[in-house]
């Protein structure tokens, strides 16, 4: 047998391409990450364009994976594909953290950014995904949040698909959007030119001009279209004009070749298409039936429908191109395909054998209906909701009856809402078809809860709880529904039902270890709304004080512990707490709470003045966000990495997040989100001190009636700003009135207390009342608890100016240096300005330029490196805290060096120490 792949993989034209796909490499060479996107048509060369291009640089490294539609449900199918090539001894599934629990995509991703740092270390690397469509969503969520985390690497990302790009799934799309340097290449046919030379390179004869016009006009320039016409016994004649010998698509052009083949050679190729698989020789001829495999192949191989590799013992064979195999299957008709797909089952392995028993079916079998059901349903037990909806969907197509029909595609649907949205989605009109039921109502609901239509989630999840709460045969649906219901009304802020179904929920029995934990949440959550975060914690006493004893099952109540401490005024368990929750999320662990937990982390460290916390904080959400965000957590997290660049200066990265936040707050049924982007520009007004523009952003919500349980809980961690603007802009009975409320909620929470001193101090003076403006101040000062740096440094700068306007310069400047150290320490830079300016007006310098501009010359990412490197970690371990490679932090090092003049990691420990000392406050 003869190995003819080398003829038929002839390259021709593309220039272009090739030029453009040339220049990306040699500016990755520079440092710069890309993403180089190939769509097309399916075989018209996109996967051989790649691999010329490639070949063209000799020294680029080549990591590459495809991706197999039988394995779409296969979670991180593709990332073990990419791990093995790099000779990673783990499984992606393997990465677990040690928790038990299955592998995140979080942790998948950052151990692929591990693998990827390690083999851009001596050159430019390319990561090759084909056929991305069929991908499977976690390795598209892990590679996602890598090629998020790229900066100043020598990485291409090579991706192929079959387009537009805007027909592919959602998580996909995210994907081709992960890396800023992109590059498209959109692939068409091949011209006339680039068909005469492919021409001439396979065609058993010449052809003259017009033979080439007709290949280009009916082919349109397709490659493998070409490929096959030009092959040997393709039954294309160039000598006869006058008949037309082209057939009319590909799929008929490869059915004649096949008629074309031997009696024994079709029935090994139909085989061959019905498994789909990498096969031995051997193995094939017994599940066709062949009695000499290999000289009923031997054709197939010389017409190039087929390769194979002689050099392994097996002689393995694959259908040449997926085109190819499809074709070769559409031909085959149904009554041919099901004896086919029987003989296939015993040949695979049992996970594979399922699609194979459907295939072979010619009725309904209530049978394997069940057999599926029951797989499914352990499936789910483990995690793998989208390959249990698979499988349900596959139950209902061959149930007899209506009902199981039905009560299968219902829970398939449900699941994917869970795993893959899209999917689910695509269900809905086959769930509103299905007869009324609970099942369906609380699809529905969870439909409409996902698409930010809570009105409608409530309706439908209210409507499933009274089908089903009095039903004993569904008494574990009853209880799911109630939880959801629960879920439902926390973001519409009713405390009370809140805490009465998810009771009722956990009332049952029905639930098991982790939905109890979280409907337990769930109670805390609305005894939050109802009494405060005090209530709210005693809801919770049966976690265990220490975060890291707290079970996996537990980290949905972890994590809103650490929710309820920040509203409680404990800043350092609330970091404790959410901390460790999300620790437990990206080993894999669910929670709830999910990308906000970030924003309520970042808020902490914010308060509690550990800034470059913040910036670390927020860049792991946005990794997050990368690779499943819903759109209501966006203001929060817009929130929290805009707070900091806010606070120090950094106008222009502080608008863009603000103006994100209310992008996405105001395509939201969510009022509280709408409130939390209101924070966000309110921050940016601080900043230059328009406090006209704090009122009017956060002025909606001034009332205490226009809020409902949710933005009333949380209303501490804005009313401040909101303050601060209506005394700064002269609203001064409004500015009164808030502070009461912040009054109120201030016992539970002791870091407001310098907040409030400052704020009625200032207040008391813009109402001329000096005396008592001083007692507050000094009463401010004197208070012993848990102060926030943040407002700490905001009271010492507003009594020190009093103290100056009212002629008591000396004390004035002690306070006013202290602010300024607390300043300086935050790298607050137009705070620093304010203060330095007061201590100006008492005719003394501020710090040195040098000292201060030093500082604040870095960027967010050279802070957060520098400050780990304050830390004591060594560039292997920040890379690994800031998910980002080896490379980038050597990159960062040396601008930190270079800006700060320093020689040194010891100098630059130095440094970072100087500016973190905690002011005198």
Known sequence: MQDRRTPLDVFVGRAAELARVAEVITRAEAGEPWLIAIEGDAGVGKTTLARRCLAGAPDVRVLSARADQAEADLDF????????????????????????????????????????????????????IDDLQWADRKSVEALTFMLRRLSVDPVIAIVIYRGPGDRLDETAQRMLLSIENRLLVPLGGLNTEEVASLAAALAPGPLDDRAIRRLYRDTGGHALYLRTLLSEGSGFDPAAPGRLSLPRSLAAAIGERLRALPPETQVILEMLSVLNLR??????????????????????????????????????????????RDAIYAGLTPARRRPLHARAASMVSESASWEHRVAALDHPDEDLAAQLESLAGAEAADGHLALAATHLQWASDVSPARADRERRLLTAALHLMLSEESRGLALREAVQASAPSPLRSCVLGTMAFSSGQ????????SEALAQARDDPDIRPLA???????????????????VMTLARWALGTGCLDAAAASQTRALVAIGACQVAGPAAALAELGHLDTDPARVGLVDVDALSFRGVFQLLAGDLDQAVTDLTASLKLARRGATLTLGL???????????????????????????????????????????????????????????????????????????G??????????????????????????????????????????????????????????GQLDQAAAVLVQLRVASGQAGYLQPALAWLEGWLAEQQGSLEQARE????????AGLHSPVYTARLLLAHGRFLRRTGRRRRAVERLRRANEGYLTLRAAPFIARAEEELAACHLPGNPASKRQSVLALTSRETEVAHLVGKGLSNPEI???????????????????????????????????????????
């Open 479 to 497: 209880a799911m529904i109630a939880n959801r219901l629960a879920g439902t009304y926390t973001l519409l802020g009713d405390g009370e039902k």
């Open 77 to 128: 199918g593709l990332v073990d594909q990419l791990l093995r090539a790099a000779g990673d001894g783990l499984s992606a599934t393997a990465l677990t953290g040690g928790t038990g629990s299955r592998a995140s995509s979080f942790a998948v991703g950052a151990r692929l950014l591990e693998v990827v740092g390690e083999h851009q270390a001596t050159g430019v690397l390319a990561v090759v």
């Open 596 to 670: 906000r937990a970030y924003f309520y982390l970042a808020l902490a460290q914010y308060l509690a003045g550990a800034w470059d916390d913040v910036l670390l904080t927020a860049e792991q959400g946005f990794s997050a966000a990368a690779i499943h965000s819903r759109r209501y957590e966006l203001p929060l997290l817009h929130l929290a990495a805009g707070c900091v660049p806010a606070g120090r200066g950094e106008a222009g990265e502080a608008e863009r997040h603000a103006r994100l936040a209310e992008e996405a707050a105001a395509s939201l049924d969510y």
């Open 279 to 324: 096969l031995p020789l051997a193995q094939l001829g017994h599940a066709a039936v062949a009695g000499s495999p290999s000289t009923a192949i031997e054709p197939a191989v010389t017409s190039g429908l087929v390769d194979w590799w002689p050099e392994e013992p097996t002689c393995p064979v694959q259908i040449r191109h997926p085109l190819v």
């Open 879 to 921: 890379a690994a805290e800031l998910f980002i490679s080896r490379k980038a932090v050597e990159y960062h090092l040396g601008n930190i060096y270079a800006k700060c003049g320093l020689q040194g990691r010891q100098e630059l420990r130095r440094f970072v120490e100087q500016w973190r000392q905690p002011a005198a406050v």
């Open 776 to 783: 507050i101040y000094q009463r401010g000062e004197d208070l």
């Open 454 to 461: 809570l009105a409608e989630a409530e309706r439908r999840f």
């Open 672 to 729: 509280q989100e709408r409130v939390y982007a209101a924070m966000a520009r309110a921050l940016v007004c601080q900043a230059s001190s328009d406090y006209l523009g704090m009122a009017d952003a956060l002025g909606p919500w001034a009332a205490d009636a226009a809020l409902d349980g949710r933005s009333r809980m949380y209303a501490v961690l804005w009313r401040p700003a909101l303050a601060e603007g209506l005394i700064g802009s």
